[in-house]
Antibody
Framework: EVQLVESGGGLIQPGGSLRLSCAASGFTVSSNYMSWVRQAPGKGLEWVSIIYTAGSTYYADSVKGRFTISRDTSKNTLYLQMNSLRAEDTAVYYC?????????????WGRGTLVTVSS | DIVMTQSPDSLSVSLGERATINCKSSQSVLSSSNNENYLAWYQQKPGQPPKLLIYWASTRESGVPDRFSGSGSGTDFTLTINSLQAEDVAVYYCQQYFITPPITFGPGTKVDIK
């Protein structure tokens, strides 16, 4: 059974850093495209970042230069390093498995972890 | 970037009636190479993550009830929920995956019971 479990969220001051983790089971993270999607309180879904099987990474303009997506093959875990955090980064962050290169829709989602950026 | 819009923002439907949600993309998401529309639909119930309902604009994900159907092509798409059930109360999002990055979502349509 495919499972994605996010962790690492919490309350952080503006300008601070946080690393989110997404532990996967039932499949191999490095063999799949993986992504982070966030949802600000009461708002819609916003794609944040994606990592391809070959290791290429892409980011939304809103986080480019501040966030870094990565994975650890030995731990079968996806990460999102978030630096220079802003109030507008406050959101529930979901990790999601992408179906594949030919079709970048999300067929599995974690339950999310809440990041609150506030002083 | 492809911008996705949805209408209406919200709708109230009686139990057993039909709900229709529209999604429009700022440019076509139809591929001329495989004649597929790169469009997915998700359902998000309160306090839960999104759930994939439909991909390729009209292919139902395994386990999704057949009262959910997707249609449309090019820039205009529709999610139809036939015979609305109480458990269908949710926000529904469309998403394009034709030109990425970025992957873009519609703003969502909230469906509740009249």
């Amino acid at each position: 059974e495919v499972q994605l479990v996010e962790s690492g969220g919490g309350l952080i001051q503006p300008g601070g850093s946080l690393r989110l983790s997404c532990a996967a089971s039932g499949f191999t993270v490095s063999s799949n495209y993986m992504s982070w999607v966030r949802q600000a309180p009461g708002k819609g879904l916003e794609w944040v970042s994606i990592i391809y099987t070959a290791g290429s990474t892409y980011y939304a303009d809103s986080v480019k230069g501040r966030f870094t997506i990565s994975r650890d093959t030995s731990k079968n875990t996806l990460y999102l390093q978030m630096n220079s955090l802003r109030a507008e980064d406050t959101a529930v962050y979901y990790c999601a498995r992408v179906w594949g290169d030919a079709a970048k829709y999300f067929n599995y989602w974690g339950r999310g972890t809440l990041v609150t950026v506030s002083s | 970037d492809i911008v996705m819009t949805q209408s209406p923002d919200s709708l109230s439907v009686s139990l057993g009636e039909r709900a229709t949600i529209n999604c429009k993309s700022s440019q076509s998401v139809l591929s001329s190479s495989n004649n597929e529309n790169y469009l997915a639909w998700y359902q998000q119930k309160p306090g839960q993550p999104p759930k994939l309902l439909i991909y390729w604009a009209s292919t139902r994900e395994s386990g999704v009830p057949d009262r959910f159907s997707g249609s449309g092509s090019g820039t205009d798409f529709t999610l139809t929920i036939n015979s609305l059930q109480a458990e269908d109360v949710a926000v529904y999002y469309c998403q394009q995956y034709f030109i990425t990055p970025p992957i873009t979502f519609g703003p969502g349509t909230k469906v509740d019971i009249k």
